[in-house]
Structure formats: C-alpha cells, structure tokens
C-alpha cells in the first residue's frame, strides 16, 4: 500500500507595493504547522531584504543540509555506526548571470566524529548512500557536492 506525506506551511504578509520595487517591505511571517512557533523572513539582502532575517535561499540551503543530516544518522544508526558529532558548514551559490536565476549549486561539508574502531570507508560510503536517499537533494535541480571529513575519536 502507497502513502503520500503531506506538509504544510502558511505564509503571510501585508504590506503595499503601490510605491514601486524599491519600497515594499519584504518582511512576512512563515508557519509551519503542527509546529509552534513562527519564523520572521525576508528576502535576501541583495534584493532588498532585512538580513538580520532568514531569507528563502538559507530555508531551501538549511533543508539539504539537514536532510543530509538525518539521512546519514538513520543509515548509520541502522548499520550500527556509532557517530558521536556531525557539523556541517554548506554553502549554496546563485548566479545572477544564468537564466532563470536559482540555486545552481550546493556543497554540503559534514564534519563527523565517529566511535573509535569505526571504519571510516563504510562511513564515507554511507554518507554517499544518504545523498542518495535524500528527499530534498532528490527534489533540488541544483548539483550538490559532499565535501566530507570523518574523524575518529581517541580513547
């Protein structure tokens, strides 16, 4: 038997663009249900946004990094990998001389801690099997690099 997830999110803004692109504000509020809690956004800097807020680019680049994340840890936690830290550094690059203008690149950089005694090969391997299985880097058009470094706790 199928099943589809269903997610959501509400979105609301008000304002007036009466005055022309320069002065709409691009603040809005973001909700995403069932969670508590809502998120004040705005456009990118660049475009004339409040970068002391989070903007679309950084949601859609925080997606693929933490889907990367719980990816790799259920992997792992299925292959009992014991993995002890995971951070990542990603970046997302948007060049504005290619049309349509978009996300044209992600490079992920987990930085993993694992168990001593832990084969760092099969690691590697996993991580590379979570990209695989990512929901959101299967839905992205954009090509995605995984720049990983593992390292072994000592004792």
């Given at each position: 038997?199928?099943?589809?997830h269903e997610?959501?999110s509400?979105l609301?803004?008000r304002?007036s663009?009466a005055?022309?692109?320069d002065?709409?504000e691009?603040?809005?509020?973001?909700?995403?249900?069932?969670a508590?809690?809502?998120?004040?956004?705005?456009?990118?800097p660049?475009f004339?946004?409040?970068g002391?807020?989070p903007?679309?680019?950084?949601l859609l680049?925080?997606?693929?990094s933490?889907?990367?994340?719980?990816?790799?840890?259920?992997?792992?936690?299925?292959a009992?990998?014991?993995?002890?830290?995971?951070?990542?550094?990603?970046t997302?690059?948007?060049p504005?001389?290619?049309?349509?203008?978009r996300?044209?690149?992600?490079v992920l950089?987990?930085r993993?801690?694992?168990?001593?005694?832990t084969?760092v090969e099969r690691v590697h391997?996993l991580?590379?099997?979570?990209?695989?299985?990512?929901y959101?880097?299967?839905?992205?058009?954009?090509e995605?690099e995984?720049?990983?470094t593992v390292?072994t706790?000592?004792t």
């Amino acid at each position: 038997m199928s099943h589809t997830h269903e997610y959501r999110s509400e979105l609301r803004w008000r304002g007036s663009t009466a005055d022309g692109y320069d002065d709409y504000e691009r603040g809005h509020a973001l909700r995403l249900p069932p969670a508590g809690g809502e998120w004040s956004l705005s456009s990118d800097p660049a475009f004339r946004g409040d970068g002391e807020r989070p903007n679309p680019e950084q949601l859609l680049l925080a997606a693929a990094s933490s889907c990367q994340l719980l990816s790799f840890l259920a992997l792992a936690a299925r292959a009992r990998i014991d993995v002890l830290a995971y951070e990542d550094a990603a970046t997302a690059e948007m060049p504005e001389d290619q049309a349509p203008m978009r996300i044209a690149r992600i490079v992920l950089r987990p930085r993993l801690l694992v168990a001593p005694g832990t084969d760092v090969e099969r690691v590697h391997r996993l991580l590379e099997r979570a990209h695989e299985t990512c929901y959101v880097a299967n839905t992205l058009n954009a090509e995605m690099e995984i720049d990983a470094t593992v390292a072994t706790a000592t004792t």
